[in-house]
Each structure stands twice: as structure tokens, then as C-alpha cells.
């Protein structure tokens, strides 16, 4: 991969979608992707789940619990159930998900992690292809500073003609 590319991250409860929140997605898939080509890089599995689904949106939206209560540690030990989430970014410029609770958000983007939150379930590939579609076209401002990132590059303007 020669052209500019980024390497996403999407979380996904099948393997084949952008299907599951931050916090409860049993799975993230890795891909370097650049205008032309996407190579796959990892699928990472979490055994430990967060207490239930964060829909955002607080207390009614989510069945009369707080969403921070996914954020708390129920085991004991001390754990926090982002860390290990939040660790598994390391290296990747874009995350795809479902939902992201506030403090999960400052996490990732103090990473240097741009969090794209889709509405809808969608493919995987649909995840891969739209990116490959804005890496060839005039690149949206965070996709340019995602790119600038992870070259060391100074931020390149873009003019659409």
C-alpha cells in the first residue's frame, strides 16, 4: 500500500458487520485500507462483556440503568473493562461503532483515535468501501488529520475542483 492509507478498526458482534457498541462488542476487526486496496490485519475477541447494552442517552434509553455503570468495575480486582478496549486501538486511526459512551470517547481520542459512530448495522465491506471512496476523493478534514497523524506528515490541503 503505497497511496495514503489508515488503518480502521470496527466493532462487530458477527465478524461480518458494523454491528455492536464500544463497550459491548464481542469483537474488533482491523483493516489497513488506502484508496486502491484493504488487507485485514486481526480480529480481536473480548471474553469480558460490559454489564449490558449502552445505548447512550442515559437511564430510559437504557432499560433504567446508568450508562456509567458499564464503566464500573464488577469483579473486585480493580479491572476496567475499557482498558483493554481502548488498548487494542493502539496504531489505528479510525474506529466504526454503534455507540460510544462519553469517557470511552476521550479515551479513544486521547489515543489519537477518530470514533465514527454509525445509526445503522452495516457490512463491513459497505465500512471499508466508503472509506476507500473518501481516501480517493477530496478527504473530509478529520480524514486528512488521521492520515497526517499516522505519516508525521504535515496537514496537506485539499481543493475540490
Known amino acids: 500500500m503505497d497511496s495514503p492509507h489508515l488503518r480502521i478498526a470496527i466493532t462487530t458482534d458477527s465478524l461480518t458487520n458494523l454491528d455492536a457498541p464500544f463497550v459491548a462488542a464481542k469483537n474488533f476487526v482491523v483493516y489497513d485500507v ?9 480480529a ?17 434509553a437504557n432499560g433504567g440503568r446508568c ?3 458499564d464503566m464500573e468495575n464488577d469483579d473486585g480486582t480493580g479491572h476496567d473493562p475499557l482498558t483493554e478496549r481502548v488498548d487494542a486501538l493502539d496504531g489505528v486511526s ?4 454503534m455507540g ?19 445509526e445503522r448495522h452495516r457490512a463491513i465491506d459497505d465500512v471499508i468501501a466508503q472509506v476507500q471512496a ?3 476523493g477530496v478527504q ?5 488529520r488521521a ?15
Open 34 to 42: 488506502s484508496a486502491d486496496e484493504s488487507e485485514f490485519i486481526d
Open 44 to 60: 480481536l475477541q473480548f471474553v469480558r462483556r460490559a454489564k449490558g447494552k449502552a445505548a447512550g442517552g442515559g437511564r430510559e
Open 67 to 69: 450508562v456509567m455503570e
Open 94 to 97: 479510525i474506529l466504526f461503532t
Open 100 to 118: 460510544l459512551s462519553d469517557l470511552a470517547a476521550v479515551r479513544v481520542q486521547q489515543l489519537k483515535v477518530f470514533p465514527v459512530k454509525s
Open 134 to 136: 473518501m481516501l480517493a
Open 140 to 144: 473530509p478534514l478529520w480524514m486528512r
Open 147 to 161: 492520515i497526517a497523524r499516522r505519516t508525521g506528515a504535515e496537514l496537506a490541503e485539499q481543493y475540490a475542483y
